[in-house]
């Protein structure tokens, strides 16, 4: 069977979703394929993303991602929305998830890592949903 394809969205796709996207790259690869979006794109990454993500994980999101709009994306079968404070974009999928988390952008560094640990525990629960086929994929 095919990887199913997971995008991570937000409004912007500059900082949560760009996370997400380079948290599940390290975590679930083996399990599915990731991505990231936004209706509207900034001209770069959340820098105090790029740097906590770099100083954690040794990523650097600068190199291995860009922002994209929806229209960027192949087909995806499941739809992570970030939690956008205002109508969340909308991409057909077979599946749906809200994780309503905060944007921690122009906030403290504490404020920014517990977002990255919630990111990060979510993508772990979703690996584990996703091999044991407990998601409703219609």
């Not at 975590?27 to 001209?43: H, R």
């Not at 952008?105 to 919630?118: L, N, R, T, Y």
């Not at 990060?120 to 086929?133: G, P, V």
Request: aromatic content about 6%; proline content about 4%; glycine content about 2%.
């Amino acid at each position: 069977m095919n990887k199913p394809k997971v995008a991570f969205i937000c409004v912007h796709n500059s900082c949560r979703s760009q996370m997400a996207e380079a948290l599940s790259k390290k975590f679930a690869s083996d399990v599915f394929e990731s991505y990231s979006a936004g209706t509207e794109i900034k001209p770069q990454i959340n820098q105090d993303a790029v740097r906590l993500i770099k100083e954690r994980y040794n990523i650097d999101m600068e190199t291995t991602q860009h922002s994209k709009l929806l229209t960027d994306l192949p087909a995806i079968d499941i739809i992570i929305k970030m939690g956008c404070n205002v109508v969340c974009p909308y991409l057909p999928s077979r599946y749906t998830e809200d994780w309503g988390l905060e944007d921690p952008s122009g906030k403290s560094d504490k404020e920014f890592v517990a977002i990255i640990d919630k990111i990060e525990t979510n993508i772990k629960k979703l690996t584990t949903a996703i091999k044991n086929n407990e998601l409703a994929l219609t």
